[in-house]
């Protein structure tokens, strides 16, 4: 009894501490432009296509992203409809490569209530792979079920959480 | 060295619990040994508690397959329990474990050196294994420690019982054994426990070493001093892990103490009954948003508190959110992420003995007379019935400098308003609506909102006569209405009720202080020293008994207002007379005429408060005239120009 106590303890303790701190880990990492899974800029489109949370590295023409943005929910929208409504149930959440641009790529994911997340990242980021950004769409589907879980979260409001924004900032690009 | 007796006797113990098993305990290592059991074994009971002893044996730093290899041998999975003997085997197991023998009876037979446990925070840079042994092994503590070893080891006794000695007035001796497990004590009172700590010399309990030993983190070892100090630190933490912050716990707001759990655990309850169950989110919501916390704090405060992210608050979760909730409230900002004293395991571990109350209201009584010392201090002219606790709060609030006691002080509030809704949240536990217990839940809340902005002087209800019965004059009725508000913000105390023949002096100086100067001995020279003449006056009169009778009797008999100044003026002057076939009357309306002279002495002390605030007024305006005149006449010779 004494000693199944520590080991319990230990295990959750080790279980618990990715999750109090979500993106530290990456958000130390400096960007060598590369090999890390960095994206440009990121945001979330709600159900009725306005932002809910959209966030680009700073030092470029932030309004520039937040066109693309916007551009790219038209695919996504294409990309939906196109399955049709006999796939609706085995659609996948992760879109894939929304459209290619000379400077950057634009990927998407749709969850089962609509919510988008649109995801630029640059083209010289070729060492990412499909599966990077599946990951990184996971991550944040999942914080973003987290977010919801908050009661003093209303849905379709934009979206002020400290965990989330520590979350994507580990996946924005390290711009010094 | 009472740990020693019990020392050798668990010794003996060993040897005959064994069953045979001679256990050759050197000198130190008998002692070090009953050392380690008594704390985590209270000298009441007859074994040590399994997670005191889990926790220690980690603290050894072993693997847990060693650790329960050891539990296996020792005999403690046998008996089911770690009893003395038991508890020494394994010592001296994880001894040769950490030498590196293997885990076997035989291998304890031979001298070895003492078992080390690291990080403990009950440990203490004084439990060292022999300097030798030190491969690898992180230690926090400065290494010049490890000649004083021995040194240490015998300080250990004397140290122990100074530092027993505070925790005695806080923990009451009736306390279960869980008090030194979590060590529950208000960061709030380590101010009067350095008051107690100088107080008490003489040894107490020794269960309670576990309170002092911890802090080894600290680092702050060494002069003897220096130890007395940190001792205070060191037993306001509330150690059950291998935590190694270098916080001062005296100073940390996120560690609940133990009222404030039994508030949490009691609000808890009237959302949710079951305490094992969860609060859902939006009754949760419902709760905390009567916290009057803007939505984006109280959304990041359940972020930080619901670390499951389940939507729902269990038990821990929900008194960590409640933490923060009120740190919040007394001004501090929220963490960017939930401080490990407010992890759910944590609390959970904490609330594993959830209702023994240890200090609950021993150190609350302890709060009280500390709380009511600066209450007196700041209202030593009025009377104390008829301040609310609102006002006696905020006054804590504002004399309350630092944060800490601010915090103390917010949260002796707490316990107050606990009491009172420990009360309403039994009647009402059954009660589907949770609306009554959390409105009242927030009376708290709203007493830290006064308290953070408590800078405002608190004005404390009005008294409840504002209107003279009897022996009034019109005029100042009415002069006392119109003052009323003005007063108010300014009220002066009258004076002491324990002089009772006074007022009829006072009562005279009521009207106008014209009359004052006939009356008194003393010529009041200014205005401003009429208040305090008239309370000199008042004070200092000698000729009290039969002068009141005198003055009684004669006011009843004529009743009018306008009258009774003079007669008192009169009747005073002699201020001899001898009224004694008066004083069987006198006595029946002897208590009315005291209710009305009570009523004139206020209204007299807020007068003359008027009175001095309006002169000083007056000379301020004085002061401005003046600079507006000089600067008249420094423009005048311009404009002539």
Redesign the interface.
Known sequence: ???A???A??A??ES?SP???PGRGGAGREDGGGGDKMAVCIAVIAKENYPLYIRSVPTENELKFHYTVHTSLDVVDEKISAMGKALVDQRELYLGLLYPTEDYKVYGYVTNSKVKFVMVVDSSNTALRDNEIRSMFRKLHNSY??I??????NPGDRI????FDNMVNSMMMQVC | MEQGAVGGSAATAATAGTGGLLLPLSESEQQRYSELFSRCCPPPEAAAGGSSVGELFRASQLPPDTLHQITEVCGAKRVGYFGPAQFYIALKLIAAAQSGFPVRIESIKNELPLPRFMALKNDGEVRYGTPAELHGVKFQVPHATLEKNSYKRTDEGDKQEPKSPPMSPICSPPASPSTYQRIPLSYGYGKSRSGLEQQHGAPYEVRHPTHQQDGSSTGNYGAKPAFACSTLNRSLSAEREQQDSSAHYSDDPWRITEEQRDYYVNQFRSLQPDLNSFISGSMAKNFFTKSKLPIPELSHIWELSDVDCDGALTLPEFCAAFHLVVARKNGYQLPETLPETLLPEYLQAASLKPMRECALFDSYSESLPGGQQTRDFSRTEKSAEEVPDNSALLQDGKKDDKQALKVSTALKAIPKEFQHLTVKTAAQESNALKARPRSRSYSSTSIEDAMKKGEEPPTPPPRPQKSHSRASSLDLNKIFQQNTQAVRSGWLPPPPPALPPRPSVSQTEQPSEVELHPQMNRPPSQAEENSSAKKEVVLSQPPSKPTRRKLRTEAQGLETPELSPTINVTSSLPAVKPHLPVQKQSSKQKRAIQTAIRKNKETNAVLARLNSELQQQLKEVHKERIALETQLEQLRPVTVL
Do not use: I, K
């Open positions: 009894m004494a000693t106590g520590p080991r303890h230990r959750s303790r618990r999750h109090v701190t079920t987290d919801m879980c908050n009661p003093f979260y002020h959480s400290r965990s």
